[in-house]
Nanobody
Framework: GVELVESGGGSLQAGGSLSLSCKFSGYPYCLAWFRQSPGMEREGVAF???????QYEDSVKGRFTISKDDPLNTLFLDVNNAKPEDTAMYYC???????????????????WGQGTQVTVSS
């Protein structure tokens, strides 16, 4: 299987920036960042596939950037112009096996990290 370990969460002011990292093992094809706030459903925010095609949830487009460094087996999420509504536990997720367009549903991802908290204050 694929193991995932996130790091880089923390607290920041609205308008600030922060970068999350996720070290992964194995050979996932789709990698994604999901987030979950208390009392809310887990939602996918950014997705990247084996040829570095990236997709974003509408509320983070233009502010978040997903990328990966395959030789280092590391997935990144750059958060810019952070908003209080970005406050959540952030999880990286992996799916093994080719998919023409990486899915956005959480049940399509087999492997998950433990999560890292991001808190944005106004």
């Amino acid at each position: 299987g694929v193991e995932l370990v996130e790091s880089g969460g923390g607290s920041l002011q609205a308008g600030g920036s922060l970068s999350l990292s996720c070290k992964f093992s194995g050979y996932p094809y789709c990698l994604a960042w999901f987030r979950q706030s208390p009392g809310m459903e887990r939602e996918g925010v950014a997705f990247i596939d084996g040829v570095d095609y990236a997709q974003y949830e509408d509320s983070v487009k233009g502010r978040f950037t997903i990328s990966k460094d395959d030789p280092l087996n590391t997935l990144f999420l750059d958060v810019n112009n952070a908003k209080p509504e970005d406050t959540a536990m952030y999880y990286c997720a992996a799916r093994v096996g080719y998919f023409e367009v990486c899915p956005r549903r959480q049940d399509m991802y087999q492997n998950w990290g433990q999560g890292t908290q991001v808190t944005v204050s106004s």
